[in-house]
Nanobody, 121 residues
Framework: QVQLVESGGGLVQAGGSLRLSCAASRNIFSINRMGWYRQVPGKQRELVATITSAGSTNYADSVKGRFTISSDNAKNTVYLQMDSLKPEDTAVYYC???????????????WGQGTQVTVSS
């Protein structure tokens, strides 16, 4: 049972900052990639940022220059530093992990429970 525990969401004014954290349970065998996605009611979940175990990052165009993803491999933890927040960033943010539960198993996607980020104008 792989679990992802998220924290850091909340309410912030436009132009402010938040830092999201996501820690994976230690029973994960290996991690290929971790990242953040977001979703608003009535719309599809969209990619925000990802980072591989080797440190390669990828960002959605809408957050480039404002958000920074980082990771601590020893802690199986990924972070999302969000600066210059805009009302359109308001969404439920979900942590994602692509990894192996067992050495003989294939890679699977795991999701956190989601954390609400609300940016007021």
């Amino acid at each position: 049972q792989v679990q992802l525990v998220e924290s850091g969401g909340g309410l912030v004014q436009a132009g402010g900052s938040l830092r999201l954290s996501c820690a994976a349970s230690r029973n994960i065998f290996s991690i290929n990639r971790m990242g953040w996605y977001r979703q608003v009611p009535g719309k599809q979940r969209e990619l925000v940022a990802t980072i591989t175990s080797a440190g390669s990052t990828n960002y959605a165009d809408s957050v480039k220059g404002r958000f920074t993803i980082s990771s601590d491999n020893a802690k199986n933890t990924v972070y999302l530093q969000m600066d210059s927040l805009k009302p359109e960033d308001t969404a439920v943010y979900y942590c994602n992990l692509l990894g192996q539960r067992h050495s003989i198993g294939g890679y699977e996607n795991y999701w956190g429970q989601g954390t609400q980020v609300t940016v007021s104008s």
